[in-house]
């Protein structure tokens, strides 16, 4: 069974930066596409960005491009989630989901398409 954990979160300021990461156990990471995604309470989950299992494809948000970059590192069971530029409206729980895809160069950034999600880690942007 795979499991994820986020780390990295906190509180910033505006304008700051910020890396998450997410690593995975149980099972290998590169089986598997990479979404992170951000929740704020009372608002439905928007997905962010996404990494293909073999790292060419990657997506952003437009709410976030430009400022946020994915990458990962298979043989550390880890995908990361470097933020920078750090807004107020950026303040959420961060989220990665794991999906295993049939073609190694896909991802989206649907929720609804991913299996396995982990438990959050809280970033708060504020002066």
């Known amino acids: 069974q795979l499991q994820l954990v986020e780390s990295g979160g906190g509180l910033v300021q505006p304008g700051g930066s910020l890396r998450l990461s997410c690593v995975a156990s149980?099972?290998?990471?590169?089986?598997?596409?990479i979404g992170w995604f951000r929740q704020v309470s009372g608002k439905e989950r928007e997905g962010i960005s996404c990494?293909?299992?073999?790292?060419?494809?990657?997506s952003l948000a437009d709410s976030v491009k430009g400022r946020f970059t994915i990458s990962r590192d298979n043989a550390k069971n880890t995908v990361y989630l470097q933020m920078a530029s750090l807004k107020p409206e950026d303040t959420a729980v961060y989220y990665c989901?794991?999906?295993?895809?049939?073609?190694?160069?896909?991802?989206?950034?649907?929720?609804?398409?991913?299996?396995?999600w982990g438990q959050g880690t809280q970033v708060t942007v504020s002066s």
């Open positions: 989901a794991a999906v295993s895809t049939w073609r190694e160069e896909e991802c989206h950034i649907s929720a609804h398409v991913y299996k396995h």
């Open positions: 990494i293909s299992r073999g790292k060419s494809v990657t």
């Open positions: 149980g099972r290998a990471l590169a089986d598997y596409a």
